[in-house]
């Protein structure tokens, strides 16, 4: 082996652990303090974000990013909305959660309701927790992401990627974000909000600022599946 490839190894390696760092450190925040992260981070964040890889390169996603009064404004509509409506969702919910999805969900739900002492049994404090999504417990700022409608099914695993890859770049930033379905869940305030034309769908938001770490809700972390229980490697 030369120096040359040696240091190329070192170099492979450290950027192996920075990378392992970022993903364990990641988790969705459900807890943020008040003050706005500055321009020039938001900036990064998304800048970094638009390296994802999409479907021949086709980038589906578009972005409306909130801040100061944008955020309140929308958050005091969408909370009320949530409060007083029904969902409603551009793209279906799961018909439902069967087997260890099932389990899974039921874990991560009931693991937050312990870190913030609501019993299972108390649906008024569940159903307060619940709402809190519709306030994004508390972020400064939102990121609604939206696709092209007629890229359809596509569109959303592009999408996907994309989220995937903001969190990643907020986590390296400093920045504590939480990826949202339930902002799409209300998807016909959240269009009439932004005047969003009917060829774009709704597929998520992202809401993003700086953890209160002191908060039960930022205790709590979920598990996840050893790789071998997921991955079928064929060699032969």
Do not use: K
């Not at 009064?69 to 409060?83: D, H, P, Q």
């Not at 409608?149 to 695993?157: K, T, V, W």
Request: with cysteine; glycine share 8%; charged share 25%.
């Amino acid at each position: 082996m030369t120096v040359e490839e040696a240091g190329q190894g070192d170099q492979v390696g450290r950027l192996d652990e920075a990378l392992e760092r970022i993903l364990t450190a990641r988790h969705s925040c459900r807890a943020f303090r008040p003050e706005q992260v500055p321009a020039e981070l938001i900036e990064r964040m998304f800048a970094l974000a638009q390296r994802t890889a999409s479907w021949c390169n086709s980038q589906a996603w578009q972005v409306i990013l909130t801040s100061g009064a944008a955020t309140e404004r929308f958050r005091a509509e969408l909370y009320t909305a949530a409060s007083t409506r029904p969902m409603r969702s551009d793209i279906p919910e799961p018909e439902e959660y069967r087997g260890v999805y099932r389990t899974r969900r039921r874990e991560a739900g009931y693991g937050l309701y312990n870190s913030l002492g609501i019993d299972r049994e108390d649906h008024e404090a569940r159903n307060r927790q619940l709402l809190e999504n519709f306030r994004f417990f508390g972020a400064p700022h939102v990121a609604v992401i939206t696709s092209d409608r007629s890229l359809g099914p596509y569109g959303y695993i592009d999408c996907g990627g994309y989220v995937a890859t903001l969190l990643q770049a907020a986590e390296s930033l400093g920045v504590s974000a939480i990826p949202q379905a339930a902002i799409a869940m209300q998807s016909d305030t959240v269009r009439a909000h932004f005047e969003i034309p009917d060829d774009r769908v709704i597929v998520c938001g992202v809401s993003f600022g700086y953890s209160d770490t002191g908060h039960p809700a930022n205790s709590y972390r979920v598990g996840r599946e050893e790789p071998a229980n997921v991955v079928d490697w064929r060699d032969r």
